[in-house]
């Protein structure tokens, strides 16, 4: 009895996980604009928000774990493989594409 209510635990978790994963995934394709995907030579966002669409879907109707860890994977190739691509063709995560110490008006130097 213990057992089967840590299972059920670990299912509850294992598919919110999973889905917010896919929820993140979803909405990041959803953001990089199209020409993004093609300058970063990746399949289209047509083709990502499909995959993509589809795996929250089945995460959602149908909670097998098979088609959560295929999913995954999926996702997982987004947010490793394709996203870092679009970031870095669209000028980098930061606007102006600037260092961690850059300020308003340039280099932060430390007052050298």
Same mark, same amino acid.
């Given at each position: 009895?213990?057992?089967?209510?840590?299972? *059920?635990?670990?299912?509850?978790?294992?598919?919110?996980?999973?889905?917010?994963?896919?929820?993140?995934?979803?909405?990041?394709?959803?953001?990089?604009?199209?020409?993004?995907?093609?300058?970063?030579?990746?399949?289209?966002?047509?083709?990502?928000?499909?995959?993509?669409? /589809?795996?929250?879907?089945?995460?959602?109707?149908?909670?097998?774990?098979?088609?959560?860890?295929?999913?995954?994977?999926?996702? /997982?190739?987004?947010?490793?493989?394709?996203?870092?691509?679009? $970031? $870095?063709?669209? #000028? #980098? #995560?930061?606007?102006?594409?600037? *260092?961690? *110490?850059?300020?308003?008006?340039?280099?932060?130097?430390? #007052?050298?």
């Amino acid at each position: 009895m213990l057992r089967a209510g840590f299972d *059920s635990l670990l299912s509850l978790v294992m598919f919110l996980i999973f889905t917010g994963f896919a929820v993140a995934a979803l909405v990041f394709a959803a953001m990089a604009r199209e020409d993004a995907y093609r300058a970063a030579e990746k399949q289209t966002k047509k083709f990502w928000l499909i995959v993509l669409g /589809i795996n929250l879907a089945l995460n959602l109707l149908f909670p097998m774990l098979f088609l959560q860890i295929a999913g995954v994977i999926a996702a /997982i190739v987004f947010m490793v493989d394709v996203r870092p691509a679009l $970031q $870095q063709v669209s #000028g #980098g #995560g930061r606007r102006g594409g600037g *260092s961690s *110490s850059d300020g308003p008006y340039g280099p932060y130097n430390g #007052g050298r």
